[in-house]
């Protein structure tokens, strides 16, 4: 194959062509002439013509030889050079047939795509392109046969041998015949650049991220290079301040303008501080004006990161993040806080102001709070209780077990639960005992979480005092100071009717126990002998019985029957036990008994 054209011989082709023809013309001349029957002179001048002008066409002739020859050696040493530089090349390179079909290619291409050489030149380039690249081999392929294009520079993706795609950029020209300019092949080179689209894809997805976190947090970016003649803004940050993209891009200085007069000396400082080089970046939070006039909070990061000989600044890059949202929340939780602090100093005033002692805790149990109440009654200081767990400070005990009272962690489902607790003793340091009544209730936030105990307790000593004064009074006879519940079961009741005389109701049991019950009762008191000025005294009882059941009467007729049962005894005899009569079947239930005694 001829890899180059040659274009001398072709040019000198119609010159060699009509010297030749001259010189066969003076050869048939000299043949002709003597036939001619010319003169000498002119035979000879002919004949010196037509030597002239074979030697001529000769010479000539040995010159365009002499070319051919030249011309063929540069070619094939073109030819060679091509060759070798085909063969060595580190890159792909192909000769394509304007069908498509692969006339030729070098080891390159072939190792890039996973081929033999034998393999791939028996394939055309549609075989070997990516389906979603073949249109643009097939554009510029018709572009090329019309004449439009002389060369071609574009990328797409070849298939290897396994089916993986692999990214190529090409660059080549076709080969046109000289004299017809007819197209005849393609010469493409193939670069392999598939880690580089792949890299540029990671790039790309990794800016994607980027941009999309910096726009979805509210940051704008901001680029200052004075070599390009100022700063230049992102979307998202020209957006921010609702501007157009490149509306604010140029000045350098522009963006200090539009900062609040009262950050302006805290944005300068900040500046300054990273310039000098105090501070590893430049920080600053500040209110900038809106386009249509009110003012957004940002927070404003950057950093120097290229600087001249002298140290002025060339370049620095940053981004600004919308705060507006958080520094309105910092400002309602200041609000919020200032009222909170009211409220606690209000609470604090009436916790030390009322009657009843006071003890918080924290969720570690230890003491937060005391009133001057809690003081008195426990005998520590406020001052000396903060801080301290709270059996250090508080210790109560049940009055009737003595076992500790314990102030246990609330859980969420009895948040509002109030244990409450009206016979607790308060143990003080120095042994000493106070009655209280005790009420401690949990606290909890607004997530359902322990945050400690309010302990509210009372001084109930002189009420708890009354109570068993009450108590005594209820199971004694005020006459006579004896308990009204002895010598009898739990479920009976004694009573003094007046002067001497006493009721008994049996609530359970039947004639026959009322009897055992009332000559127990007559005994006991037979018992309580006693001494009179230095003489023995014995005490003697009667008793009189009467049943209780329905259709009976009223109390004061069964309490008549009774006495007259007893008068009955009395008349039997000191000592002595009298029944009423029973009017009552001894079918029916057994009766409920009324003892009467005197």
Same mark, same amino acid.
């Given at each position: 194959m001829a890899w180059l054209s040659w274009k001398g011989p072709r040019a000198g082709k119609p010159a060699v062509l009509a010297l030749m023809a001259a010189g066969l013309i003076t050869l048939m001349a000299s043949v002709l002439l003597p036939a001619l029957e010319l003169g000498a002179d002119a035979l000879k001048f002919c004949l010196q013509i037509s030597v002239a002008v074979t030697a001529v066409t000769l010479f000539v002739s040995a010159l365009f030889i002499r070319r051919?020859?030249?011309?063929?050696?540069?070619? &094939?040493?073109?030819?060679?050079?091509?060759?070798?530089?085909?063969?060595? %090349?580190?890159? /792909?390179?192909?000769?394509? !047939? *304007? @069908?498509? #079909?692969?006339?030729?290619?070098?080891p390159a291409f072939a190792a890039m795509l996973g081929y033999s050489?034998?393999?791939i030149e028996a394939l055309t380039f549609f075989q070997i392109t990516h389906p979603d690249d073949l249109q643009i081999g097939r554009e510029t392929m018709i572009a090329l046969k019309e004449g439009k294009i002389d060369s071609f520079h574009f990328e797409k993706r070849y298939l290897k041998k396994d089916g993986t795609p692999v990214w190529a950029q090409l660059a080549g020209s076709v080969i046109r015949e000289d004299e017809t300019g007819k197209p005849l092949y393609l010469v493409s080179q193939i670069e392999d650049i598939d880690a580089r689209k792949q890299a540029e894809a990671r790039i790309a997805e990794a800016e994607t991220r980027w941009n999309f976190a910096l726009t979805s947090a509210g940051q704008g970016v901001w680029s *200052?290079?004075?070599r390009k003649g100022g700063t230049t803004y992102s979307e998202t940050w020209v957006r921010m301040l609702g501007y157009d993209d490149g509306e604010l891009d140029g000045d350098p200085d522009r963006w200090l303008t539009m900062i609040h007069p009262d950050d302006r000396q805290i944005v300068a400082e900040a500046d300054r501080a990273h310039l000098d080089g105090e501070t590893a970046f430049f920080e600053a939070e500040f209110r900038m004006r809106h386009k249509d006039g009110h003012w957004v909070w940002i927070l404003d990061r950057g950093k120097a990161i290229e600087r001249d000989r002298e140290g002025r600044l060339i370049r620095a890059i940053g981004s600004l993040t919308d705060i507006t949202e958080r520094k309105e929340a910092e400002e309602r939780r200041k609000v919020s806080a200032a009222m909170l602090a009211d409220e606690k100093e209000r609470l604090r005033v009436t916790l030390q102001s009322i009657g009843d002692a006071v003890i918080c805790t924290d969720a570690a149990n230890r003491v937060t709070f005391m009133n001057p109440v809690a003081e008195k009654l426990t005998g520590i200081a406020s001052g000396e209780a903060l801080g301290k767990v709270l059996g250090d400070v508080y210790w109560a005990v049940d009055e009737e077990t003595g076992q500790r009272i314990g102030l246990t962690r609330s859980s969420a489902a009895d948040r509002h639960h109030c244990d409450q607790n009206a016979r607790a003793v308060l143990i003080r340091r120095d042994d000493t005992r106070c009655s209280i009544r005790q009420m401690v209730s949990p606290i909890m936030n607004d997530r359902d979480e322990?945050? /400690?105990?309010v302990i509210v307790f009372q001084d109930f000593t002189d009420a708890r005092a009354l109570q068993r004064?009450?108590?005594?009074? &209820?199971?004694?006879?005020?006459?006579?100071?004896?308990?009204? #519940?002895?010598?009898? !079961?739990?479920?009976?009741?004694? +009573?003094? *009717?007046? !002067? $001497?005389e006493f009721a008994v109701i049996l609530k359970s049991g039947a004639p026959a126990r009322a009897t055992v019950a009332a000559r127990c009762?007559?005994?006991?008191?037979?018992? *309580?002998?006693?001494?009179? @000025? /230095?003489?023995?005294?014995?005490?003697? +009882? %009667?008793?009189?019985?009467?049943?209780?059941?329905?259709?009976? !009467?009223?109390?004061?007729?069964?309490?008549?029957?009774?006495?007259? &049962?007893?008068? =009955?005894?009395?008349?039997?005899? #000191?000592?002595?036990?009298?029944? =009423?009569? $029973?009017?009552? %079947?001894? $079918?029916?239930?057994?009766?409920?008994?009324? &003892?009467?005694?005197?």
């Open positions: 051919i020859i030249d011309d063929r050696r540069q070619i &094939a040493e073109s030819e060679q050079r091509f060759r070798r530089a085909m063969e060595d %090349s580190a890159i /792909g390179v192909a000769i394509v !047939g *304007l @069908d498509g #079909r692969i006339l030729q290619t070098n050489r034998a393999e *200052l290079d004075m322990f945050c /400690g105990l004064q009450l108590a005594y009074a &209820a199971a004694h006879d005020a006459l006579t100071g004896l308990a009204n #519940r002895n010598v009898l !079961g739990p479920e009976d009741i004694v +009573a003094r *009717l007046g !002067g $001497d009762i007559i005994e006991a008191i037979r018992n *309580l002998g006693f001494s009179w @000025d /230095g003489r023995p005294h014995s005490i003697a +009882a %009667s008793i009189g019985l009467a049943p209780i059941r329905a259709g009976c !009467g009223e109390v004061d007729e069964i309490i008549a029957r009774a006495d007259a &049962a007893c008068y =009955a005894a009395k008349a039997a005899g #000191r000592g002595c036990v009298s029944a =009423a009569p $029973d009017e009552v %079947s001894k $079918d029916e239930a057994a009766p409920l008994p009324l &003892a009467a005694a005197s």
